[in-house]
C-alpha cells in the first residue's frame, strides 16, 4: 500500500491526473470487489486474502504507469533532496493529516461517551450524508495541488487567477448537491427509517450542510498554502481548529446530543476555512474565496460595453 500511493503521488506531481484519480479511488475499489466474486466463496479468510492481493496486483499496475510516464515525459535527471529539508517538508504534512483523521472522529467519539450507539449510528449517517461533496473537493483538489505548486514556482501573476477558478468550480458543483441532499432529506430518511423523524435530527444535518457549503465557498486553502512552502502553517491551522471543535463537543454534546456534535462540527469547519482564508491574504496576497456578485458584475459591465459600442 506504501508504495501504491507512493507511486501514485509521484504520478500525481507528474500532472498524471487521471492515473492518480485511478490507482487511489477507483483500481482498487475495483480490484478488491472482481476478487471478492470470484475467489471462492468457502475459502478461510476470503476477505483478507482479496485485500491483500488487490493491493499487490494495483500497485504492479501503478509501476508500469510511473514507468511509462517517465518515458513520456523525458525525465532524465532528478533534484537531490537531501534528508533533513525532505522531513521539514514532509512531517508538517503527516501531523496535519493525522489530526485531519483525529478530527474528523472525535465528533463521533465524543457522542460515544455522552450519549448512546443510537445517536452515534445517526449522526454518522447523517455526516456521510453531507460529506458526499467531499467527492468533489478531493477531485478537484487532486487537478489543483500540483497546479498550485507550478504557478507558485514558474508564474505567480496567473496562481490568483487558477485559484479563483478552482475555487467557482467547487462551489458551482456543490452548491446544487447541497440544495438537492435538503430537500430530499424526507425520502432519504423514509428509507432509512423512522427513527431519523426529528426536527433536531434535520436541524443538525442543515449544520453540517452549512459548514461543508462554506469550506466550498473557502475554496483550497489548506491545499494552497501546502503546496507553497506553508505547510507548517496548514498544520497549525487545523490542530487549532480541531482543538476548539473537541472543546465545544465537550461543552455542548451534553446538553443538545447529535445537534450539540453537528454545530461543533461546523464550528471547527467554519473557523478552519476563515483562518485559511486570513492566511493566504497575508502570506501569499491571494484570495481564495468565491464572490458570485463579483462574477454578475462583471458580467453586467460587459454587457454595458457591448451595447454601447
Not at 514532509?90 to 496535519?96: N, Q, V, Y
Not at 493529516?97 to 455522552?114: P, V
Not at 467547487?170 to 440544495?179: G, K, Q
Request: aromatic share 14%; with cysteine; glycine share 6%.
Amino acid at each position: 500500500m506504501i508504495w501504491l500511493y507512493y507511486n501514485a503521488g509521484t504520478l500525481r506531481g507528474l500532472s498524471s491526473i487521471a492515473k492518480y484519480s485511478s490507482l487511489v479511488n477507483l483500481a482498487f475499489t475495483f480490484g478488491l470487489a472482481i476478487l471478492l466474486i470470484f475467489i471462492s466463496f468457502d475459502m478461510a479468510n476470503k476477505l483478507e486474502w482479496s485485500y491483500v492481493i488487490a493491493t499487490f496486483i494495483i500497485c504492479v499496475i501503478s509501476f508500469f504507469w510511473l514507468e511509462g510516464e517517465v518515458k513520456l515525459t523525458k525525465i532524465k535527471s532528478y533534484a537531490k533532496l537531501n534528508n533533513r529539508d525532505l522531513l521539514n517538508t514532509s512531517l508538517p504534512m503527516l501531523s496535519a493529516s493525522a489530526i485531519t483523521i483525529i478530527n474528523g472522529w472525535s465528533d463521533t467519539l465524543i457522542l460515544g461517551m455522552l450519549t448512546n450507539n443510537e445517536q452515534v449510528g445517526i449522526f454518522q449517517i447523517l455526516l456521510k450524508m453531507a460529506g458526499i461533496i467531499n467527492i468533489v473537493l478531493f477531485s478537484v483538489n487532486s487537478i489543483s495541488a500540483p497546479k498550485f505548486a507550478h504557478l507558485y514556482v514558474n508564474n505567480q501573476s496567473k496562481l490568483q487567477s487558477y485559484v479563483y477558478s478552482s475555487t467557482k468550480l467547487i462551489v458551482i458543483t456543490v452548491f446544487p448537491i447541497l440544495i438537492l441532499l435538503l430537500i430530499a432529506y424526507q425520502p432519504i430518511i423514509d428509507i432509512l427509517g423512522g427513527s431519523f423523524n426529528s426536527t433536531d435530527y434535520f436541524s443538525a444535518f442543515a449544520f453540517l450542510c452549512f459548514g461543508q457549503l462554506f469550506n466550498a465557498f473557502c475554496g483550497s486553502g489548506g491545499q494552497l498554502l501546502s503546496m507553497t512552502g506553508f505547510q507548517t502553517l496548514n498544520r497549525n491551522i487545523i490542530m487549532f481548529s480541531t482543538v476548539i471543535s473537541i472543546v465545544f463537543n465537550f461543552l455542548i454534546i451534553p446538553y443538545y446530543g447529535i445537534l450539540g456534535a453537528a454545530f461543533s462540527n461546523m464550528i471547527g469547519l467554519v473557523l478552519r476555512n476563515l483562518l485559511y482564508v486570513i492566511y493566504t491574504n497575508s502570506k501569499l496576497k491571494i484570495n481564495t474565496v468565491y464572490n458570485p456578485m463579483h462574477d454578475i458584475i462583471r458580467k453586467l459591465g460587459k454587457s454595458k460595453m457591448m451595447k454601447y459600442e
